[in-house]
């Protein structure tokens, strides 16, 4: 696969300063280096990934974005801002280009635990775009709040969910009827 655009990944590191046990490269060839903002070098952590969820099934659905940008999943999303973690640290990052414009609904933008590509940004503060949205294995979703019926997803790619609420002022039975008949 080296040379012709494929992902391609390796533990077999050439020798310098980043070859260091627990480390592989996730992009072209083991050769190859590319940037995708300050300071990334192309070398992932595979250990801090796989702490995330990150598994060969998700490798081989970013296979087509690794020139480009680098894994991650969301951690937090605020107005359409997300906070992304990849195996250099967080990110923020919005839903531009391709994706952006294709999402015809709600469900379609990343959710928390969606894993996703990201170009550009850095740890340092600048902000990253959001490529693609890796196909999820499961969503854990509800009904929007008010009259309409559009999906809305919680989270993504979870195995278990506890429900918890408070029994204070904010008590609210509509909302957990909304979590449970999803």
Do not use: C, M
Not at 7 to 14: D, F, Q
Not at 19 to 29: E, L, Y
Not at 83 to 102: E, K
């Amino acid at each position: 696969h080296r040379g012709h655009g494929k992902w391609h990944h390796t533990s077999a590191l050439p020798p310098g300063p980043d070859a260091r046990p627990g480390r592989r490269r996730f992009g072209p060839g083991p050769a190859s280096r590319r940037s995708s903002g300050p300071g990334y070098t192309g070398i992932v952590s595979e250990d801090r990934l796989r702490a995330l969820g990150w598994d060969d099934t998700f490798a081989a659905a970013f296979a087509p974005y690794a020139e480009r940008s680098v894994p991650g999943r969301v951690t937090l999303e605020h107005q359409k801002i997300y906070r992304v973690t990849t195996a250099d640290g967080d990110v923020l990052a919005r839903v531009r280009g391709r994706l952006r414009h294709q999402a015809e609904r709600r469900d379609a933008f990343p959710a928390v635990g969606d894993w996703v590509a990201v170009s550009g940004g850095s740890v340092a503060g600048d902000e990253g775009s959001i490529e693609a949205l890796l196909p999820r294995r499961s969503r854990f979703s509800r009904k929007v709040a008010g009259g309409t019926t559009e999906e809305q997803v919680v989270a993504a790619n979870i195995d278990t969910v506890f429900l918890v609420t408070g029994l204070d002022h904010d008590f609210n039975v509509g909302r957990i009827e909304r979590y449970l008949t999803t």
